[in-house]
């Protein structure tokens, strides 16, 4: 009886240690599988990126001389920095919360196949450092880490990488790869701060000119004390310029423009905003010295009336 006590405990062990190495076996798969870091990419390194959306026009970037540009067609513009470095942040690092699905039948579902994903490529040269299919955003409640047993609602977005079935679910909200080419053009027409500024020079047809000028911290249109109110507003709403509306096509090259504002102050070049009339209507094109790569729609957002007052405007009454 003791020896078939001791072949039934060595049967029992050894199903016991069986079924552990089993667990541990498929534990182990499961870990493999499930990829934590999907996207980490050196950005300072990258020379390129292509986002390709289902239904919409490619966006094409590529860092040419240490300068970031939009290929569109035939044709490159200046990349604007501000919204180009919120999409390259999200490259930094990815991580997976979790698979979504690991079948391929769900990829529809989470809109990572190959008709209504949008496929994200980055590349240092003809090295591919980055390259996955950004699908469904989901706006979802996650535990706070910073307070445990209380939750935060939080924008998720499921991801896959080409060669694996999973889907993957990241805490970004990755709507920067829905924007256009045109998004990321630098529409920037004026960026300088208010304290620096000092001078104003307004050119108009007839060979008006009028200047506004700060003198012992006191501002003096010329030379007299100008509607303080006016003046104030008039430089808040100008140090910080943007177009909204691109006049592709339009060359301003030995053209002379109908107006011109000339900004000067100190720890910056002078910056001319120049417009030109369009030709029909009452309709005018404006540039930048500092975004001479692009020219805008002077009507859309009152762009031309908005930098251009009459003198009248800066009179006291």
Do not use: C
């Amino acid at each position: 009886m003791f020896k078939k006590f001791n072949i039934l405990t060595l049967i029992i062990i050894l199903a016991i240690l069986a079924g552990v190495y089993l667990l541990l076996e498929m534990g182990g798969e499961n870990e493999r599988t499930f990829k934590e870091q999907l996207v980490a990419v050196d950005t300072a390194k990258m020379t390129e990126l292509i986002v390709r959306p289902p239904k919409a026009e490619q966006v094409h970037l590529k860092k040419i001389n240490g300068n970031w540009y939009v290929l569109i067609d035939d044709d490159k513009y200046l990349a604007d920095s501000a919204v180009l470095t919120t999409t390259l942040e999200t490259l930094l690092d990815l991580k997976a919360l979790y698979p979504s699905a690991i079948d391929r039948k769900a990829w529809a579902k989470y809109h990572v196949d190959d008709t209504s994903g949008i496929k994200v490529i980055a590349k240092k040269g003809n090295k591919t450092l980055a390259n996955f299919i950004v699908g469904k955003m989901e706006y979802m409640s996650l535990p706070d880490p910073r307070s445990p047993g209380r939750n935060v609602p939080v924008t998720a977005t499921h991801i896959r990488l080409p060669g694996d079935e999973n889907v993957y679910l990241v805490q970004e909200a990755l709507y920067h790869y829905s924007r256009k080419p045109s998004d990321y053009r630098k529409k920037t027409l004026v960026k300088v701060r208010r304290d620096r500024l000092n001078k104003l020079t307004f050119e108009y047809p007839n060979d008006q000119t009028f200047i506004l000028e700060k003198q012992n911290n006191r501002w003096l249109f010329d030379g007299q004390t100008p509607d303080s109110l006016n003046t104030i507003q008039y430089i808040n709403r100008i140090v910080h310029l943007r177009g909204m509306e691109f006049a592709d096509g339009f060359n301003p090259t030995g053209k002379r423009p109908d107006y011109q504002l000339t900004m000067e102050g100190k720890g910056f070049d002078p910056i001319t905003i120049s417009a030109f009339h369009a030709g029909y209507e009452d309709e005018f094109i404006l540039t930048s010295s500092i975004n001479s790569d692009n020219a805008f729609i002077g009507s859309n957002a009152n762009l031309f009336s908005r930098i251009f007052v009459q003198r009248e405007h800066f009179l006291p009454e």
